[in-house]
């Protein structure tokens, strides 16, 4: 924290009134020194940051604070108030008052530093110092860590009285002192913990997650505070902080051993799912830093009744990706799976647009002029173009979205910028769908290549925000244009021409094929592989007779498994439980909707014969679809999107075929078994269908 705060930085008789005028009294002295390039716009941010939520702690300390573009480089600013200044805390007013500036693309290292300043705002040592220091240079020395508290508290007559009221004493100070040179604690007053492991005793054990905002303040204190608390309390506190540094990952042996949980946050928690089952306090930040004794309380107080948390669904895709045990091939799909999660939006949106506009303005849309330049309010013909040229625009996301969110997956956001780069480029030079997936992988890569070199502290603050994205986009881009690029276009030129020249018994055995995929594990990792074949195919602005003829397929083929089962709890009720026959009612609008996942309830309770009947129902639709030669423009929308059919009495024939040889099939093969008792229910398959349907997930294929 060499040059973060400097003796100009410090003002030991602040005036202000106000919080916002403290805030500009500080920023003023970080605009004189080049810190900040404009006063207004910072104090804007600063302002925005505090509506949040108040930034004033117990114990007299206010930390305004922000990350602004307005800030040339990670500053602190300290003024120190006679009468003290209204931060919003519960105890009064706060006479230390800390200006904290981070740049918008602050790096880890400083926002480490700046954390460690939270740490040290919960050590009262610390604060005492500040109220009895009487020099700024001195208060700046001592806020970097350049002078330990009990130095500078020694420069203070014993039993001099400090702003907050209370006497400093060198020898109090040194009893309790912290060596932040080495990390460590000597804590003379309590260490229960110790003595537990003594007498053979294991100490109750908890792990807490802390996150606010803007992640550099609060959620430091916070993990300091619940430390504090957990050491006096004689209980085993371990913290992850989910700052704007990023996170480290809790040893899941250290959550699994763990009695308790403690949430303390104002943003979301990832990866909550990992401390399902247990007893759990889940509250705000600040409640972490204001009452942790309470809190370890509360939690205590749960385990001893047993109390425990529920799992909660998952959240991204590559928030679901950071077990370091699983292995590649499961980390591979969660990546492919997280770029398709992002893609699908715009498929979707992109291709019932561009199908809209057909439908209003006709197969010879896509030579309208831009309606930029010719838009008539009360023609057909203008409305239908606007809805295609709209749709046309969003399709062109659909390969960098893909390519960024692969590598996404992989490195988190610094993966976005190569990613973006890489699909782009894989649009320039025709190499599509597959370039966009070569692209995503090899952007994630590179960007984890560059994180694992030792980079100066010199040079961390231009990593996240210069080196990074410089270094991957350039080398994205030079393999994509220059080593793998042609070669890709190649493959997918080649894939285009055989699927364009598929006919009679090839397209119908690749219609039975993807029927069989839609159907397998209905909606998941292969049902998408299928649908984003599909997908894929249709997203240009003219697709080929054979892409349309394969996303009809696809379609058809996902709807047969929820109408089969709501079907065959009409016709044959007795052989369902109660449950099942209460969710054949919902699969026929899900089914219609394209949902496959509404079959979920059927195959989780009875999958043997579930599955392989849809299967052979899909199978059946998929080939019929090709035979009749259905074709569809549309990436979603079931029946809804059957006026955008090519020949949509032939594929409703084709789709009820797959549905009767389903529910034939399931009749037959449950017939065959002892009926199940009356009323039994299927609990794993609800817990299934609610976590397929809940889900954010834009399409359910």
Known sequence: MSEMITADLVDLDLSAETKEAAARALAERMVTLGRVTDLEGFLADVAAREAQMPTGLDGGIGIPHCRSEHVTEPTLGFGRSAAGIDFGAPDGPADLIFLIAAPAGADDAHLTILSSLARQLMNAEFTSALRAVDDAAAAAALIRGDESPAAAASTVPEGTESADGSKNSVAVSAAASADTATGTTTDTTSDTTADAGASGERPFRIVAVTSCPTGIAHTYMAAESLENAGREAGVEVVVETQGSAGFTRLDPAVIAAADGVIFAHDVPVRDKDRFAGKPTVDVGVKAGINKPAELITEVRGKAARGEVSAGSAPGTPVERSGDSAEG?????????????????????????????????????????????????????????????????????????????????????????????????????????????????LIAGGVVIGIQKVKIPASLRGIMPVVVIPLISAAIVGFLMFVVIGKPIASAQKGMTDWLNGLTGTNAVLLGALLGLMMCFDLGGPVNKV?????????????????????????????????????????????????????????????????????????????????????????????????AFGATLRAPHGGIFVVPLIGNPFLYLIAIAAGVCVTTALVVVLKGMRKQAPEGTGVGVADTAIAAKVDSKEPVAA
């Not at 992989?410 to 597959?434: E, H, K």
């Not at 074949?533 to 929820?562: H, N, R, W």
Request: aromatic share 10%.
């Open 328 to 440: 590649y091939g499961t980390k591979l799909r969660k990546w492919l799976m997280s770029g398709v999660s992002y893609m699908v939006p715009f498929v979707a949106a992109g291709g019932l647009l561009i199908a809209l506009g057909f439908a209003i303005g006709g197969y010879k849309i896509n030579k309208a002029p831009s309606v930029m330049d010719h838009f008539m309010w009360l023609q057909a013909d203008s409305w239908g173009a606007l809805f295609f040229q709209i749709g046309v625009v969003s399709f062109g996301f659909l390969v960098p979205v893909l390519a960024g969110y692969i590598a996404y997956g992989m490195a988190d956001r610094p993966g976005l910028v190569p990613g973006f780069v890489g699909g782009a480029i894989s649009l320039t030079i025709n190499a599509g769908f597959l370039g966009g997936l070569a692209a995503g």
């Open 530 to 626: 299928a649908y984003t074949f599909a997908t894929a195919g249709i997203a240009v602005a003219s697709p080929s007779d054979s892409a349309m003829k394969i996303m009809a397929a696809v379609m058809a083929a996902g709807m047969v498994p929820p109408l089969a089962m709501a079907l065959a709890t009409t016709v044959r009720g007795r052989l369902f439980t109660q449950t099942e026959r209460e969710n054949g009612k919902a699969a026929w609008v899900l089914g219609a909707s394209f949902i496959s996942e509404g079959a979920i309830p059927f195959a989780a309770a009875d999958p043997l014969r579930v599955i392989p009947s849809a299967m052979v129902g899909g199978a059946v639709t998929g080939s019929l679809s090709m």
